[in-house]
């Protein structure tokens, strides 16, 4: 896929991988999460392989003109911010990757160059004072489209580096049982008392609020959420 065509000018011109994401062999639970090197707002080097044996890891995708995104990441006690403080100190690394504008604007338009994401992604971080480590996507969206190219997807992945949980559209309430889970096993070096189990759900969720979508739409003018089905 070509840059200018992953960086869509309207979401009403993007292409929704709902498919990719649901019927990937590659992104599923129980295979090996897509490894990957990039550079976080703080210009340090993330290596999603180098936690291996060391932390889990929870990687959240979004943008500053997602409003599911912002619902979920910063809004209430169970948020993904929320969450970062709670488990940061327990074995856990978070990360969110900046993508593509879902829903880019006049004033935060598709991107053009790296530069202008890591802006982007400094906004997001600014306004919504989000803690969470941030990295920045390439251009190309390699790290994206290696785990499905959904705008708000999330991922849970174990000390051995595998997808563990992961969902379309993050849900914090869903999360805390999976880390907890995660806690049990750390604690539990034998494993003789348990044993692996496998789930997946289709569900019903609430759309993101009047406010944030009214923050979101501030941020990259009205475009971005009048064309919001």
Partial sequence: MAKEEYNYRSHKDGVSPWDNFRTSSKIRVGKVAPDFVATDLDSKVVTLSSFRGK??????FGCATCAPFIEM???????????????????????????????????????????????????LRTDESLEIPIIVDDLAGT?????????????????????????????????PPILDNLLMLDSSPTHDNLQSSYSETLRSISKASTAVKSRVSSRAEVQSTSDTP
């Fill in 73 to 123: 990441v910063n809004s209430g006690e169970a948020a993904l911010e929320s969450l970062y403080e709670r488990y940061r100190d327990k074995g856990f690394e978070f990360f969110i990757v900046y993508v593509r504008e879902a829903h880019p604007g006049s004033r935060l338009t598709h991107h053009n160059s790296i530069q202008q994401k890591k802006d982007h992604a400094e906004i």
């Fill in 143 to 175: 790290i994206h489209r290696s785990y499905g190219s959904l705008p708000y997807m999330i991922f849970v992945i174990n000390k051995e580096g595998i997808i563990v949980y992961r969902a379309d559209r993050s849900d914090p309430t869903q999360l």
């Fill in 55 to 60: 932390k889990n890891v929870v990687l959240q």
